[in-house]
């Protein structure tokens, strides 16, 4: 496939030290939400004060949100689009991971509707899928985290968790005005969930290089990604200090998240975030860990796409490959060299007879994943890669 409709209009400046650049850059408001998240690494690590330097050298004034958890909630999103109202905040600026940016985002997009209620513009199986009254206020990423690419996207990922929905919220209106991207600001990110954030950045390219949508453009950013996380994450694991992974991990994710603006993530995607639905204590790299190997293995077996699983274990590092399954060795050996290879599902409280339900959930909450997978799957056949991977 060679046609491709890529729109990522967001400023990215990229590289260590990028974050004592923001004042020069020309940012969409006067007066910011700024939305952290519910922990305290950004006060800890001093990237918080940072922020709040460069806001004030810029003439900005900002407002604080600190409620984002790891699985960002809809009532958390609707009190900072609440918050954004009644401060008039101008514009959004989230400061974090993945879930922040997610949230901050979604806030973003809510603040200027009629409706509090964001499941009234949301769709799944139960949003209203309303269309927006008004447009959404701009919003800037800085990221503190290498996993999710959601500052060059535009939908962000929300947990509704009285329908055990976990969906992504979005319109090509909610892409960033600008973001930071700046190694330097993820040393401090735990090895375990450096690892699961390069994995979820991995996983979006591995699963967009196999998606029916893969295209000229998506492509090109998904290897990429693919060959720079399969070289440097385990590094960055090893040695959170260690810059040169950091920085390429930290590129990696930005192509990873152009991945899915050029193309699409399939249903591993779908299929982890009901997991972390129904368990929100399941870090979202972690549970796609669990399931990659055996929903990769049931593409194999299917013979759909057999020369892209060559291809994306010689972009992991094994230049020899010429089977499929020489890619799920290249997978194991990356797992096993970051120390995830052992998670089970039983250690987060879910359950084998859990299965079915998921499959369906994965399927009724985000079904357009689903629509993007290299051939068609039964609900059965989906219970079935999480029965095989369960432990």
Known sequence: MSNYNFFAPTRVIFGAGALGKLHEQALPGRKALLVISNGKSTITNGSLERTKNELQKAGCEYVVFNKVAANP????????AKTA????????????????MDAAKVMAMLAPQPSDDLWDYAFG?????????????????VTT????GSEVD???????PDTHEKIGVGTDSLFAALAIVDPELMTTVPPLFTAYQGFDALFHSLEGYIANVHNLMSDMVERAAIENIGKYLPRAVRDGNDMEAREAVAFANTMSGYSMVAGACTSEHSMEHAMSAFHPELP?????????????KFWIDKHVCDDRFVDMARFLGKTDAESPYDFIDALTELQEACGVAELKMSDYGIKKDECMTLAKNARATMGMLFMCDPAETTDEEIAGIYERSYR
């Open 85 to 100: 109202r009644s401060e008039n905040c101008d514009f959004v600026l989230a400061l974090g991971g993945g879930s922040v």
């Open 73 to 80: 909630l809809k009532s958390v999103v609707e009190d900072g």
């Open 154 to 160: 535009q939908a962000g990922v929300i947990t509704n």
């Open 145 to 148: 985290s290498a996993g999710t």
């Open 125 to 141: 199986a139960t949003g209203k899928g309303m269309p927006l009254d008004k447009q959404p206020l701009p919003w800037v990423a």
């Open 284 to 296: 979202h790299g972690a549970g796609l860990i669990m399931i990659s190997k055996e929903y990769f």
